[in-house]
């Protein structure tokens, strides 16, 4: 069986929407929000505690550069998660890695205080907790 992020460089590439030589952009097939991206190294690689540092980099300006066009194509965006699953137990699906870049909207979730807090049930509202 191969790799979906492997087949997305060779077999699949219109999904690329922005690349450099070590990592390549593409949106997300079952989007959080309108426009979540997934960022991913060219290298097939596990998660992101194995990518190198010049990967490290290419993904970074990658980063910057998307965050830039989403702003642009679309002004309601009024924030953004950027987040990673590492391993199963924190959710990880795809065995390559790939970082999440969400963007947010005013009104989109009732509470947003807390944001990625909220991957575990009852640890966003962490005001609550004391």
């Known amino acids: 069986m191969g ?3 492997c087949d997305v460089q060779t077999i699949d590439r219109g999904r690329i929407v922005e690349e450099n030589e070590l990592a ?5 097939a079952f989007p ?12 097939h690689v596990l998660d992101y505690f194995g990518v190198s540092q010049p990967e ?7 980063l910057h550069t998307q965050k830039d066009l989403l702003l642009k194509q679309d002004p309601t965006i009024d924030g953004f998660n ?3 699953n590492c391993g199963q137990t924190a959710g990880q699906s795809v065995w390559h890695c790939h970082i999440h870049l969400i963007p947010r909207r ?3 979730v009732e509470y947003p205080k ?17």
């Not at 390549?24 to 997300?28: E, G, L, T, Y």
């Not at 959080?32 to 290298?43: D, N, W």
């Not at 807390?114 to 004391?130: A, C, M, S």
């Open 3 to 5: 790799c979906l992020f």
């Open 24 to 28: 390549f952009v593409v949106r997300d």
């Open 32 to 43: 959080v929000t309108e426009l979540h991206s997934l960022f991913i190294p060219k290298r």
């Open 56 to 62: 490290v980099n290419a993904i970074h300006a990658l």
């Open 82 to 84: 950027i987040g990673m």
């Open 106 to 108: 005013k009104g989109d």
């Open 114 to 130: 807390g944001g990625v807090r909220h991957v575990i049930p009852y640890k966003g509202n962490y005001e609550d907790l004391r």
